[in-house]
């Protein structure tokens, strides 16, 4: 079964760094596009940003919110990919999820705290 | 505001139908496939439809979809207590080069 788990997330001040974590398993990752998707307490899905495959050269895309500030990188040798958060505002604080392939499988998320 | 648009709450009895819309443009929609999700209380969100009428594994034929236009509709039939959940569209939007979502639309069965 694909599992997907996220770590990393805490609370951090405003203008702090985060880098959250997700570690893929039961499927080959390179061969698969990955997305952030964040949702803020209370409020709907937010796509954050993804990572294409191996195939199509690991292109990134970023929500323009985070466009700047926020990096997507991954590590085929650990199945790992990573949300490197930086300037982190009050309005940043969601459960972050790793997804894989536009939605077919979601991680547990890990919740970010942005506040002083 | 979400790019796309969705009901905010539906609802209908057990054993009955509902439908749910989702609206957005021809940048979205219009080009490109939906997919639709469903977050039970307190839990991450679970894929139930790919590539617009698509049902993911395990999903039961109970819930479908179909997309026209520039609006997408998921169908969900022989409704249970426990399909009570918040439900999410979404679809690439090729002029914004990302992934838009509905606001949610949250079903209770009466």
């Known amino acids: 079964e694909v599992q997907l788990v996220e770590s990393g997330g805490g609370l951090v001040q405003p203008g702090g760094s985060l880098r959250l974590s997700c570690a893929a398993s039961?499927?080959?990752?390179?061969?698969?596009?990955m997305d952030w998707v964040r949702q803020a307490p209370g409020k709907g899905l937010e796509w954050v940003g993804r990572s294409t495959n191996k195939l199509n050269s690991y292109t990134t895309y970023y929500a323009a919110s985070v466009k700047g500030r926020f990096t997507i990188s991954r590590d085929d040798s650990k199945n790992s990919m990573y949300l490197h958060m930086n300037s982190l505002q009050t309005d940043d604080t969601a459960v972050y999820y790793c997804v894989r392939d536009f939605g077919a499988g979601w991680g547990q998320g890990t919740l970010v705290i942005v506040s002083s | 505001q979400s790019v796309l648009t969705q009901p905010p709450s539906v609802s209908a009895a057990p054993g009955q139908k509902v439908t749910i819309s989702c609206s957005g443009s021809s940048s979205n929609i219009g080009n490109n496939h939906v997919s639709w999700y469903q977050q039970l209380p307190g839990t991450a969100p679970k894929s139930l439809i790919y590539d617009s009428n698509k049902r993911t594994s395990g999903i039961p034929d109970r819930f479908s979809a179909s997309k026209a236009g520039t609006s997408a509709t998921l169908g969900i039939s022989g409704l249970q207590t426990g399909d009570e959940a918040d439900y999410y569209c979404g679809a690439w939007d090729t002029s914004l080069s990302g992934e838009v979502f509905g606001g949610g639309t949250k079903l209770t069965v009466l």
């Open positions: 039961e499927f080959t990752f390179s061969d698969h596009y």
